[in-house]
């Protein structure tokens, strides 16, 4: 059976601080401001799925108590809907699209709202205290290793130097700040609350100030030093190379085939990998090769390809071993100049991908998410 993306809608991304732009709004608030714009977009069959998926990572204070029922209760959806709160670490939003494309290829339902929030100004990063992030009894290889940690380890593993870091961070601020005000590519960014306009985005940013920013997470190999062995690596990643801690939300709205309104992409396949713990950030390249597998198709066939930017060393690590042209990724700028809303990532991203498809009348599009301890999610579609 056929499943569709009948259109996918997101927030801008709000900087993860008392005054931030999305600050003032519940996760919740952020939720139901993206089912609204798609009710106006698809009309009332947004209104009424059989179930809502969200991918939230931090599921505890603001974000705690069952996101996606809390999400579902605040929009007054029908008391029938299904919810279902999903943490899969930074896959999390593409995770619940692709279980959504699962219960609707399976028949199970026939459409479904999915996708993601975060709100790290209200539930900030290991806000949920997890036994998990300080226990020390585990084997070394599946001890907690944080996200920026293992991304200095994986440049360093990768001879992956701090000037090819330096670039693809410049390059992402530079297209963000050049595509800001596109109206094709910005089309689903919903203006949300006071916020109509990206937030992070550093347009300031140059080659020399990134060459100068000095590395910003060097001491953390000691405090993690158990989990590493004691292996010690030089820190290359500052916080010019990593992606703003922000606010976002992103919901889809997937379903089979005749439901009403015109979808805007099938999918074609959708995979998801874990990976080793020990190499981390890796997991999404290997999901990427599933999902292209099984699509039957190739990197050079994709149109479009939207990458999660889990620090500058995925990003370089993927232009370098890849032949992919770099006109095709991100075109819109990346994680490294907009933020990571951790749970809300992968729906955001596939809501770029719509965008960024639509603008170029491309065919096959690609989304990739990667994230810590060996997560990995991709998804390809076909613009419609």
């Known amino acids: 059976m056929n499943v569709y993306l009948y259109d996918a ?5 709000g900087k993860a601080r008392a005054d931030g732009g999305l600050a003032g709004l519940t996760p919740q608030e952020l939720v139901r401001q993206q089912g609204a714009a798609l009710a106006e977009r698809c009309g009332d069959i947004a209104t009424k799925p059989d179930a809502l998926l969200l991918g939230c990572v931090t599921q505890s ?34 995770s619940a699209i692709g279980q959504a494309v699962a219960k609707v290829a399976s028949g199970d339902a026939t459409h479904i709202l999915a996708g993601g929030v975060e709100s790290m100004s209200g539930a900030p990063f290991l806000g949920d205290r997890a036994g998990f992030y300080t226990n020390d009894e585990l084997p070394p290889h599946a001890r907690f290793v944080p996200p920026v940690l293992a991304a200095d380890r994986l440049a360093n593993a990768e001879g992956i130097s701090r000037a090819e870091l330096d670039a693809v961070a410049l390059a992402s601020q530079q297209k963000a700040g050049a595509t800001e005000n596109d109206a094709a590519l910005q089309k689903s960014r919903i203006a949300t609350g006071p916020l109509a306009g990206e937030e992070c985005i550093r347009p300031q940013t140059t080659v020399e100030s990134l060459a100068a920013a000095p590395p910003a997470f060097g001491e953390l190999q000691q405090q993690y030093a158990g989990a590493l062995e ?3 690596f030089e820190p290359l990643h500052s916080i010019a190379h990593a992606p703003p801690i922000c606010d976002g939300a992103g919901l889809a709205l997937v379903g089979a085939e005749g439901l009403g309104p015109s979808p805007r992409a099938r999918i074609v396949a959708f995979a998801e990998s874990g990976g080793n713990p020990a190499a981390s950030l890796t997991a999404g390249f290997a999901a990427m090769d599933k999902v292209l597998a099984r699509a039957g198709l190739t990197l050079g066939d994709m149109d479009r390809i939207e990458f999660m930017e889990a620090f500058a060393v995925t990003i370089a690590k993927f232009h370098r071993d890849r032949d992919v042209d770099p006109a095709r990724v991100n075109v819109s700028g990346g994680h ?11 729906a955001i991203l596939t809501s770029t991908l719509l965008d960024a498809l639509d603008a170029c009348v491309g065919r096959y ?5 990667t994230g810590a301890m060996g997560v990995g999610a991709a998804m390809v579609v076909e613009r419609q």
């Open 9 to 13: 809608v997101r927030t801008p991304r």
């Open 336 to 346: 490294l100049a907009k933020g990571h809303p951790m749970g809300a990532s992968g």
């Open 365 to 369: 599009g690609l989304v990739v998410l």
């Open 230 to 232: 004691d292996m010690t």
């Open 61 to 94: 204070g603001a974000q705690g108590g069952h996101i996606a029922m809390l999400a579902k209760l605040h929009a007054s959806l029908p008391d029938t809907v299904a919810a279902h709160s999903i943490n899969n670490y930074c896959a999390s939003g593409l």
